[in-house]
């Protein structure tokens, strides 16, 4: 877990800085040896720490006339305030500039991108999610949907089709299909995946993100018409599933699959409790 130093230096103090402003803080208005001891900063840059302090406002100075220097921090809810203000200006003024340097030049090649860890694959799907203007198409698996699901049903809301197949998931919004259960599709299943895809243009899929591995992210057309395809057979497969007998048919795709595949994708549970026979 990240100290209060080391989220202050996200704010632009150094390590010296930021424990010297959370001593201030703490000990009220000090003297250098009292702030130096305080913080464990060694005296010999105690001085020129406060000095930049004082400069950037941080840090108020007051001189009393036997020359003795006493510092005080900026109040705090002065300090955040600040501080808040600060990141959205340079927030805005950021942006700005990136969405030009974005739309500067057309793209000529697509992109493959890699998405790491699970706060930011998530961060990647509510962008575009929101992005999205007339159809986001997705295949997923229960916690990650739940995730999602605030940012899905505005944009279905909107008027925005959302569409595709959701795997342990009791009751899905309206559009989504929930996938059937069978020996090879169930809650202890080990590889767990997912595919977003937006508007026909962008494509995110990989790991669940609570399973923390790696996403991929792309605009390659290839990409997005085979994923976008996988999606459509899996409901289909899910639909004829549904008109027929839903054990009579598994006991066909099942096995089916494994000769298919050419390796072992079922559990001897199955074989065990069915008569059918491997190929």
């Given at each position: 877990m990240s100290t209060l130093w080391e989220k202050l230096q996200l704010f632009g103090f150094n390590q010296y800085e930021a424990k010297a402003y959370t001593a201030l803080v703490s000990l009220g208005t000090s003297n250098a040896y009292q702030i130096s001891k305080e913080s464990g900063?060694?005296?010999?840059?105690?001085?020129?720490?406060?000095?930049?302090?004082?400069?950037?406002?941080?840090?108020?100075?007051?001189?009393?006339?036997?020359?003795?220097?006493?510092?005080?921090?900026?109040?705090?809810?002065?300090?955040?305030?600040?501080?808040?203000?600060?990141?959205?200006?340079?927030?805005?003024?950021?942006?700005?500039?990136?969405?030009?340097?974005?739309?500067?030049?057309?793209?000529?090649?697509?992109?493959?991108?890699?998405?790491?860890?699970?706060?930011?694959?998530?961060?990647?799907?509510?962008?575009?999610?929101?992005?999205?203007?007339?159809?986001?198409?997705?295949?997923?698996?229960?916690?990650?949907?739940?995730?999602?699901?605030?940012?899905?049903?505005?944009?279905?809301?909107?008027?925005?089709?959302?569409?595709?197949?959701?795997?342990?998931?009791?009751?899905?919004?309206?559009?989504?299909?929930?996938?059937?259960?069978?020996?090879?599709?169930?809650?202890?299943?080990?590889?767990?995946?997912?595919?977003?895809?937006?508007?026909?243009?962008?494509?995110?899929?990989?790991?669940?993100?609570?399973?923390?591995?790696?996403?991929?992210?792309?605009?390659?057309?290839?990409?997005?018409?085979?994923?976008?395809?996988?999606?459509?057979h899996d409901i289909l497969v899910n639909k004829l599933v549904e008109a027929g007998s839903q054990e009579q048919l598994d006991r066909w795709i099942l096995p089916e699959m494994e000769h298919f595949f050419g390796r072992k994708m079922l559990p001897e549970s199955y074989w065990k409790?069915?008569?059918?026979?491997?190929?």
């Amino acid at each position: 877990m990240s100290t209060l130093w080391e989220k202050l230096q996200l704010f632009g103090f150094n390590q010296y800085e930021a424990k010297a402003y959370t001593a201030l803080v703490s000990l009220g208005t000090s003297n250098a040896y009292q702030i130096s001891k305080e913080s464990g900063i060694p005296r010999a840059r105690i001085y020129d720490t406060l000095e930049t302090l004082v400069k950037r406002g941080l840090v108020l100075l007051e001189e009393a006339g036997d020359g003795a220097k006493c510092y005080s921090p900026l109040p705090v809810e002065v300090f955040l305030d600040q501080a808040k203000r600060t990141f959205e200006e340079s927030w805005s003024q950021v942006g700005e500039e990136l969405r030009t340097l974005e739309k500067r030049e057309p793209k000529t090649d697509v992109s493959l991108t890699t998405v790491r860890g699970e706060d930011n694959v998530l961060s990647f799907c509510r962008i575009m999610i929101r992005r999205a203007k007339e159809q986001v198409l997705l295949s997923m698996w229960e916690p990650m949907y739940d995730k999602l699901l605030p940012e899905l049903q505005e944009k279905a809301e909107r008027g925005c089709r959302v569409k595709g197949i959701l795997f342990d998931v009791e009751h899905p919004m309206e559009g989504m299909y929930k996938h059937r259960t069978n020996e090879y599709i169930n809650k202890m299943t080990e590889e767990r995946w997912f595919v977003l895809s937006v508007d026909g243009k962008e494509l995110l899929y990989g790991h669940s993100a609570e399973r923390k591995g790696n996403a991929y992210y792309t605009d390659d057309p290839v990409h997005i018409f085979l994923l976008e395809d996988y999606i459509w057979h899996d409901i289909l497969v899910n639909k004829l599933v549904e008109a027929g007998s839903q054990e009579q048919l598994d006991r066909w795709i099942l096995p089916e699959m494994e000769h298919f595949f050419g390796r072992k994708m079922l559990p001897e549970s199955y074989w065990k409790n069915h008569e059918g026979r491997k190929e």
